[in-house]
């Protein structure tokens, strides 16, 4: 008979990207779009911005990770990817849900691109003037 392990899913939003995460008990291997996330990342910043839940919660080591990044740029990918694992860790203990809400990490980030406006350049930014 085949052994089933539980897996706890997690879907997080950062700008325009979207990171659905699965969580499995594991080594610690961390999973973006079949590429680890070194590879796929390749700044330490981001990486340890993705480690955060897990130093927070005391579960680094605990979980393997497996994330589909879609959308956006690979520092909003990395930020929707936070978001997931929390959110996942949130599934499989919900005692730790007041640490995670505590410093945000449950919470989506509203920031977003401003839309362009009419008669701009940008979003903010008008046209050059010049008086003569």
């Not at 990490?105 to 979003?123: H, Q």
Request: glycine residues 12%; charged residues 30%.
């Amino acid at each position: 008979m085949a052994q089933t392990t539980t897996r706890y899913y997690g879907t997080g939003k950062r700008k325009n990207a979207i990171a659905k995460v699965w969580l499995s008990s594991g080594e610690g291997n961390i999973t973006v779009n079949n590429r680890t996330t070194s590879n796929y990342f390749g700044r330490a910043s981001l990486e340890a911005l993705i480690m955060q839940p897990f130093e927070v919660t005391e579960t680094v080591g605990k979980f393997d990770v497996f994330c589909r990044a879609l959308g956006g740029g690979i520092s909003g990918q990395a930020g929707a990817l936070r978001h997931g694992i929390s959110k996942a860790l949130v599934e499989s203990d919900p005692d730790m849900r007041p640490i995670l809400r505590k410093l945000g990490y449950l919470t989506r980030d509203p920031r977003v691109k401003e839309r362009k406006k009419a008669g701009r350049k940008r979003a903010r930014r008008g046209f050059q003037f010049s008086k003569r």
